[in-house]
């Protein structure tokens, strides 16, 4: 039988033959921050090492020493696999080698890899590989656009908005390649504004909303490039989106906006969404969304009607000049009333006078004047004034020039002749009032 002495000296000589391997242990073995005995010196003088270089920026030097703290001590910090991936973005950048850019991508996604592992934020860091492989390896899109679209089934509402901006991206280049079909492309938009709906909603400051809205607008934009975005595959999803929330103003205004601007407005949809929105909130938009409504079914007075309570409301002068020319424009189409017309765009002067275009209203409605003069040469200076008046167009609003030389060209042809203003005793380059209700003072040209 052994002695208790004999017990005590068995488990020291244990204990010293395993000193050693405790004293000399990394942290990637043994799950610590440093490792253990020389391998923690080891860990914490190579780090000393690489951020002495980092800080220098000379990273060629600061690379070796990372690599061992990256390999013996993962857990050491965050900032090691920051500091880690910035310096391959660089080394890519400056790399001539396509095979040795493509290593170096690798690494990149390496790197975040290994930060999941003994960081977690997996969501947020299968995002950041996404984005990273999108922008450093273009024909690998669709591996990209998978980590994308992955990172957002892991973080639903709590994806960071920059996610949607380049998962879009990613999928509107896909969908141009024939990668991906129209029905996921929006079911790509479908997500992505959902979410942001959400989170402009929930937004703790007016900063982090707006932030969200540039986001929305810049995936709207990018849906709207793809050609994806039609009536029919629009009002499917919209009318979902109506359906759950039908008296939720947001959603009503989201809904009128993108209807409009996909020119849908003829919908069903268009029109309970937008009388919905003008019952919850009788505002200039909402009145101008139903004036939209009454426009595509042809009711005229009640469109007049409700663009003039849009006009009330509004505090916008460029919105409200919008408007005006949008009314004298249906006068115009409609035969209505060319004076009235001439009202209107007179009207969107006052808010806007360095726009051209209601002096291209003004001018056409001179133009089309019916049973204007008392004789063939009366009628005829309707045209001196109309062309006046596209003159001032191109004048003040260069974007119009085309326009309004075109239309010059058109209406000097019916200018009256010399031999019909002899008779009127009215001379070349005199001052020339056009009468009825155009009352315009001009000079008179053959």
Same mark, same amino acid.
């Given at each position: 039988?052994?002695?208790?002495? /004999?017990?005590?000296?068995?488990?020291?000589?244990?204990?010293?033959?395993?000193?050693?391997?405790?004293?000399?242990?990394?942290?990637?073995?043994?799950?610590?921050?440093?490792? +253990?005995? *020389?391998?923690?010196?080891?860990?914490?003088?190579?780090?000393?090492?690489?951020?002495? #270089?980092?800080?220098?920026?000379?990273?060629?030097?600061?690379?070796?020493?990372?690599?061992?703290?990256?390999?013996? &001590?993962?857990?050491?910090?965050?900032?090691?696999?920051? +500091?880690?991936?910035?310096?391959?973005?660089?080394?890519?950048?400056?790399?001539?080698?396509?095979?040795?850019?493509?290593?170096?991508?690798?690494?990149?996604?390496?790197?975040?890899?290994?930060?999941?592992?003994?960081? %977690?934020?997996?969501?947020?860091?299968?995002?950041?590989?996404?984005?990273?492989?999108?922008?450093?390896?273009?024909?690998?899109?669709?591996?990209?656009?998978?980590?994308?679209?992955?990172?957002?089934?892991?973080?639903?509402?709590?994806?960071?908005?920059?996610?949607?901006?380049?998962?879009?991206? /990613?999928?509107?280049?896909?969908?141009?390649?024939?990668?991906?079909?129209?029905?996921?492309?929006?079911?790509?938009?479908?997500?992505?504004?959902?979410?942001?709906?959400?989170?402009?909603?929930?937004?703790?400051?007016?900063?982090?909303?707006?932030?969200?809205?540039?986001?929305? %607008?810049?995936?709207?934009?990018?849906?709207?490039?793809?050609?994806?975005?039609?009536?029919?595959?629009?009002?499917?999803?919209?009318?979902?989106?109506?359906?759950?929330?039908?008296?939720?103003?947001?959603?009503?205004?989201?809904?009128?906006?993108?209807?409009?601007?996909?020119?849908?407005?003829?919908?069903?949809?268009? *029109?309970?969404?937008?009388?919905?929105?003008?019952?919850?909130?009788?505002?200039?938009?909402?009145?101008?969304?139903?004036?939209?409504?009454?426009?595509?079914?042809?009711?005229?007075?009640?469109?007049?009607?409700?663009?003039?309570?849009?006009?009330?409301?509004? /505090?916008?002068?460029?919105?409200?000049?919008?408007?005006?020319?949008?009314?004298?424009?249906?006068?115009?189409?409609?035969?209505?009333?060319?004076?009235?017309?001439?009202?209107?765009?007179?009207? &969107?002067?006052?808010?806007?006078?360095?726009?051209?275009?209601?002096?291209?209203?003004?001018?056409?409605?001179?133009? %089309?004047?019916?049973? #204007?003069?008392?004789?063939?040469?009366?009628?005829?200076?309707?045209?001196? &004034?109309?062309?006046?008046?596209?003159?001032?167009?191109?004048?003040?609003?260069?974007?119009?020039?085309?326009?309004?030389?075109?239309?010059?060209?058109?209406?000097?042809?019916? #200018?009256?002749?010399?031999?019909?203003? #002899?008779?009127?005793?009215?001379?070349?380059?005199?001052?020339?009032?056009?009468?009825?209700?155009?009352? +315009? /003072?001009?000079?008179?040209?053959?």
């Amino acid at each position: 039988m052994k002695t208790k002495a /004999t017990k005590i000296l068995l488990v020291f000589s244990i204990t010293l033959l395993s000193l050693p391997a405790l004293m000399a242990q990394k942290g990637v073995e043994d799950g610590s921050k440093y490792g +253990h005995g *020389e391998d923690s010196i080891r860990a914490l003088q190579n780090l000393s090492m690489y951020k002495q #270089f980092y800080r220098q920026k000379s990273y060629n030097d600061a690379i070796k020493p990372w690599r061992v703290v990256f390999n013996e &001590a993962p857990r050491i910090s965050k900032n090691m696999y920051i +500091h880690g991936v910035n310096m391959y973005k660089i080394f890519f950048k400056n790399s001539k080698s396509v095979e040795e850019r493509e290593k170096y991508v690798d690494t990149i996604l390496m790197i975040y890899d290994q930060r999941m592992e003994y960081f %977690n934020s997996k969501g947020y860091l299968t995002a950041r590989k996404g984005v990273d492989l999108a922008n450093l390896s273009p024909k690998r899109t669709k591996e990209a656009y998978d980590l994308l679209h992955k990172s957002v089934e892991m973080m639903d509402k709590q994806t960071p908005g920059f996610v949607f901006n380049e998962m879009m991206q /990613t999928a509107l280049k896909l969908y141009n390649d024939n990668q991906i079909s129209e029905d996921e492309m929006v079911n790509n938009f479908a997500l992505a504004s959902k979410i942001l709906d959400y989170q402009m909603k929930h937004s703790s400051s007016t900063e982090k909303r707006e932030r969200y809205e540039i986001i929305m %607008n810049n995936v709207e934009l990018i849906f709207t490039k793809s050609g994806a975005a039609t009536c029919e595959s629009l009002i499917p999803l919209l009318t979902k989106r109506f359906k759950e929330n039908p008296e939720e103003l947001e959603n009503l205004k989201k809904i009128v906006d993108l209807l409009r601007n996909f020119d849908c407005e003829e919908s069903d949809l268009f *029109e309970k969404s937008a009388e919905n929105l003008y019952e919850l909130e009788p505002s200039a938009n909402s009145a101008y969304s139903l004036a939209r409504v009454f426009i595509k079914k042809k009711n005229w007075d009640k469109a007049i009607s409700y663009y003039q309570e849009a006009i009330k409301r509004e /505090t916008d002068n460029i919105t409200i000049a919008r408007y005006y020319k949008e009314l004298a424009e249906i006068l115009l189409a409609t035969d209505g009333s060319p004076a009235k017309a001439v009202e209107y765009a007179r009207a &969107a002067l006052k808010q806007n006078p360095n726009d051209g275009e209601p002096y291209i209203i003004i001018g056409r409605a001179y133009a %089309n004047a019916d049973g #204007f003069g008392k004789n063939k040469f009366e009628e005829k200076t309707k045209y001196w &004034a109309a062309v006046d008046m596209f003159y001032k167009a191109k004048a003040v609003d260069a974007s119009v020039a085309d326009k309004a030389n075109k239309m010059i060209e058109t209406y000097s042809q019916y #200018f009256p002749d010399k031999e019909e203003a #002899f008779f009127y005793n009215v001379t070349e380059g005199a001052n020339y009032t056009v009468g009825g209700w155009i009352n +315009h /003072t001009t000079k008179v040209r053959f």
